[in-house]
């Protein structure tokens, strides 16, 4: 197996079946090559909470309403929260997603209030922080952090009944529109716990598509590491970014949405970050645009991007944006 940083492991029926890894590696399908040959544009859709999805499809919505539809993509790239997003904006009308985040009932927002005025990340989400912060500042490469942040997980659930993985499932099929599998070309990003090697499910890889996205979701802390087959999975973020845009390399126009604003806490030098696969892409011919949260949008957002309560504040800076961005990015989009 390529064992480089950044190397994926494509999953296929087989691999997903149980069947040792030896054959697995033997007999795997390159989702990723199938995605090479399929089109020209390819929508990057990155991880950022519930905040950042429901960014995403504000964003979406907004260029959508001005007469850009991106979800015509002939590939689109998933990861974590961003995985989410592709599954739902190809099951179900960007102008849809974004009236249910509206409509949706109000959450009281949670944390204490910073000297800022902005709230302040408690519990769960400081723990995560704190935990993976210390995991990624011993590492030696992108490669021994994977590796360190899959064994904390499986660490950390060790003790567990197994119960969280149901619930989880049952949470993510319910933000799904459709559980099944679009006709076109989406990715969606996750990483073995076991072995720290990233992995690249799609249609074909006999993995349910609300199975895909759970384990591309589970940052294995606050959600535990993510069942499928004998296989343990965590965040897609872990591979290289939140965004993985070097995966949409070979497509000739690539568009970037990036919740976390292109942002990584890995040293720089280890070239993980947006701006990095952005030149990478380049370099190979692709033209690229990205497009980060504005200044109401990371207003919008707050210090806590789980906290359910910035879903619609986010969902309408971001579709404000959309709307702002759409002239622009329609010239280079068709």
Same mark, same amino acid.
């Given at each position: 197996?390529?064992?480089?940083?950044?190397?994926?492991?494509?999953?296929?029926?087989?691999?997903?079946?149980?069947?040792?890894?030896?054959?697995?590696?033997?007999?795997?399908?390159? #989702? %990723?090559?199938? *995605? +090479?040959?399929?089109?020209? @544009?390819?929508?990057?859709?990155?991880?950022?909470?519930? &905040?950042?999805? =429901?960014?995403?499809?504000?964003?979406?919505?907004?260029?959508?309403?001005?007469?850009?539809?991106?979800?015509?993509?002939?590939?689109?790239?998933?990861?974590?929260?961003?995985?989410?997003?592709?599954?739902?904006?190809?099951?179900?009308?960007?102008?849809?997603?974004?009236?249910?985040?509206?409509?949706?009932?109000?959450?009281?927002?949670?944390?204490?209030?910073?000297?800022?005025?902005?709230?302040?990340?408690?519990?769960?989400?400081?723990?995560?922080?704190?935990?993976?912060?210390?995991?990624?500042?011993?590492?030696?490469?992108?490669?021994?952090?994977?590796?360190?942040?899959?064994?904390?997980?499986?660490?950390?659930?060790?003790?567990?009944?197994?119960?969280?993985?149901?619930?989880?499932? #049952? %949470?993510?099929? *319910? +933000?799904?529109?459709?559980? @099944?599998?679009?006709?076109?070309?989406?990715?969606?990003? &996750?990483?073995? =716990?076991?072995?720290?090697?990233?992995?690249?499910?799609?249609?074909?890889?006999?993995?349910?598509?609300?199975?895909?996205?759970?384990?591309?979701?589970?940052?294995?802390?606050?959600?535990?590491?993510?069942?499928?087959?004998?296989?343990?999975?965590?965040?897609?973020?872990?591979?290289?970014?939140?965004?993985?845009?070097?995966?949409?390399?070979?497509?000739?126009?690539?568009?970037?949405?990036?919740?976390?604003?292109?942002?990584?806490?890995?040293?720089?030098?280890?070239?993980?970050?947006?701006?990095?696969?952005?030149?990478?892409?380049?370099?190979?011919?692709?033209?690229?645009?990205?497009?980060?949260?504005?200044?109401?949008?990371?207003?919008?957002?707050?210090?806590?991007?789980?906290?359910?309560? %910035?879903?619609?504040?986010?969902?309408?800076?971001?579709?404000?944006?959309?709307?702002?961005?759409?002239?622009?990015?329609?010239?280079?989009?068709?």
């Amino acid at each position: 197996m390529n064992t480089t940083p950044f190397s994926t492991l494509h999953f296929t029926s087989t691999t997903a079946s149980g069947r040792p890894r030896s054959d697995q590696d033997q007999l795997q399908v390159d #989702a %990723t090559r199938r *995605a +090479r040959a399929a089109g020209e @544009r390819a929508l990057v859709l990155g991880g950022g909470g519930s &905040a950042g999805n =429901a960014w995403l499809i504000g964003v979406i919505a907004g260029l959508f309403d001005a007469g850009l539809d991106v979800t015509e993509a002939d590939l689109i790239i998933g990861t974590s929260a961003g995985s989410t997003a592709a599954a739902q904006i190809t099951s179900a009308s960007p102008t849809q997603l974004l009236a249910d985040i509206l409509s949706a009932a109000p959450q009281q927002r949670t944390g204490p209030v910073g000297s800022d005025g902005g709230r302040v990340p408690i519990g769960p989400v400081a723990d995560h922080m704190r935990r993976t912060s210390e995991i990624i500042a011993a590492a030696e490469d992108a490669a021994d952090m994977r590796r360190r942040l899959g064994a904390a997980a499986l660490e950390m659930d060790a003790a567990s009944d197994g119960s969280g993985q149901t619930r989880w499932r #049952a %949470t993510v099929a *319910a +933000r799904l529109p459709s559980q @099944r599998w679009p006709e076109r070309t989406v990715l969606i990003v &996750a990483v073995d =716990a076991h072995t720290g090697e990233p992995v690249v499910f799609d249609r074909h890889s006999g993995v349910d598509l609300v199975d895909a996205v759970a384990a591309s979701c589970a940052n294995g802390f606050g959600v535990p590491p993510y069942g499928i087959g004998d296989s343990r999975y965590i965040d897609g973020g872990y591979r290289r970014s939140s965004e993985n845009a070097d995966l949409a390399a070979g497509y000739g126009r690539v568009l970037v949405l990036s919740p976390l604003g292109g942002r990584t806490r890995a040293p720089l030098d280890w070239g993980m970050h947006l701006a990095a696969q952005v030149d990478e892409l380049r370099a190979r011919g692709s033209r690229v645009e990205t497009v980060l949260p504005d200044s109401d949008s990371r207003n919008a957002f707050g210090s806590n991007l789980m906290d359910l309560s %910035t879903r619609p504040p986010a969902a309408r800076a971001g579709y404000d944006q959309g709307r702002a961005l759409a002239e622009q990015l329609t010239e280079f989009w068709r």
